[in-house]
C-alpha cells in the first residue's frame, strides 16, 4: 500500500517504521516542513522519499497526518483539496473536536478517518521514532459513522497491525477524556518542574532527585512546540481537569496543615486503587467518557 506520512516526528516516524515492517506500506512517501527532520527520515529510512504536501498526497491510497494541532488546521483542508476519491486519510492529533468542526462541509469528509493513538515518548524528531511504540496501547476513532465505512475499515486495520487496541468515540468526548488521562498529566509535570526550577537551592534539590521525581516530571520535557497547541484547542475541558486536580492537591495539602493523618491515609489508600485500575488493562474503559469522568472527580 502506497502511504504518505505527513510529518516525520515520533508518532509519525514510529508509525512508518512498524508498517514498513508488516508490509502494510509498501511504499512511504514523507512530508515534513523541516528540510532536516525530512533529510534525516530519509537518511535513516523512515521513508523511501520525500515529497511537497501537494506531490506527496496525490496517487496514494493512505494519508497519515501526524504534525502539531495547530499546523493540521492549515494543512487537511489542504490535504482533502487534493486526494483523489479513493484515498483514505487519517489523523493523529491529541485534540478532535476543533479540527473534525473544521472540514465537517468538506466534499471529501468521507475519506477523513478522525484518530489519536494514545501512546508515545517525551522525544521529538525523526530519531525519537520507535519500533513497536504502540504495541498494546490504545488507538481512538473519532465520529466514524461521519466517514466513509471503507476508510474506517482501513484505519482500524492499520491501528490493528500497530498493535493496538481500538475504542470509539465522539470528538467532544474524546477530548474531554483525554484532558483528563493525557493533557492533565503534561500540565502537571510542567507545573512541577516550574516550581521546583523555582527554588532559590534548586541545585542542591536537583542533586538529590531521584527516581520517584523523574518519572514524574518526565513529561515536561515534552516538545513546546506539540503542546501548547493541543492546551490551547482543548482549554475547557484542560482547565475544568486542573480544577479537580487542584481540588484534590488543596485537600491533601489540608491534611498534612491540619494534622488530619488519619484522613491523609485514607487519601493514599484511595490513590492506590489506580494500580488495580491500570493493571486490568482493559481497553474499554476509554470507550464510555462517563467512567473516566467519574475516575478522576471521586
Not at 485500575?277 to 469522568?293: A, D, Q, R, S, V
Request: aromatic share 6%.
Amino acid at each position: 500500500m502506497k502511504t504518505t506520512v505527513i510529518g516525520l516526528g515520533l508518532i509519525g516516524g514510529s508509525i512508518a517504521r512498524d508498517l514498513r515492517k508488516s508490509g502494510f506500506a509498501t511504499e512511504l512517501i514523507g512530508v515534513d516542513a523541516s528540510e532536516e527532520n525530512a533529510a534525516k527520515a530519509l537518511e535513516i529510512g523512515l521513508v523511501d522519499k520525500i515529497a511537497t504536501l501537494e506531490d506527496g498526497v496525490k496517487d496514494t491510497d493512505l494519508v497519515i497526518i501526524a504534525i502539531p494541532v495547530n499546523k493540521e488546521l492549515e494543512v487537511l483542508p489542504r490535504v482533502l483539496d487534493t486526494i483523489s476519491s479513493g484515498t483514505t486519510v487519517a489523523d493523529m492529533g491529541s485534540t478532535k473536536k476543533v479540527i473534525v468542526d473544521l472540514v465537517a462541509n468538506h466534499k471529501r469528509r468521507k475519506n477523513f478517518v478522525p484518530g489519536h493513538p494514545m501512546s508515545g515518548t517525551e522525544d521529538s524528531g525523526p530519531t525519537a521514532a520507535l519500533e513497536g511504540l504502540f504495541k498494546g496501547k490504545i488507538a481512538i476513532l473519532c465520529d466514524q459513522e461521519d466517514s466513509g465505512p471503507q476508510h474506517v475499515a482501513l484505519i482500524e486495520k492499520m491501528f490493528q497491525v500497530l498493535g493496538m487496541d481500538i475504542a470509539y468515540m465522539t470528538s467532544d468526548e474524546q477530548d474531554h477524556s483525554t484532558a483528563f488521562v493525557s493533557h492533565l498529566p503534561h500540565a502537571a509535570a510542567y507545573a512541577l518542574a516550574n516550581a521546583v526550577q523555582a527554588k532559590e537551592d534548586r541545585k542542591i534539590i536537583f542533586d538529590l532527585a531521584s527516581g520517584g521525581f523523574r518519572s514524574t516530571v518526565r513529561l515536561a520535557k515534552s516538545s513546546a512546540t506539540m503542546w501548547h497547541p493541543i492546551f490551547q484547542q482543548n482549554r475547557e475541558y484542560v482547565v475544568e481537569s486542573l480544577n479537580v486536580y487542584i481540588k484534590h492537591l488543596i485537600e491533601f495539602r489540608d491534611c498534612m496543615k491540619n494534622e488530619e493523618d488519619d484522613k491523609m491515609l485514607d487519601l493514599i489508600n484511595n490513590a492506590n486503587k489506580i494500580r488495580g485500575i491500570l493493571e486490568g488493562k482493559n481497553p474499554h474503559f476509554l470507550k464510555n467518557e462517563e467512567k473516566i469522568t467519574k475516575l478522576y472527580t471521586k
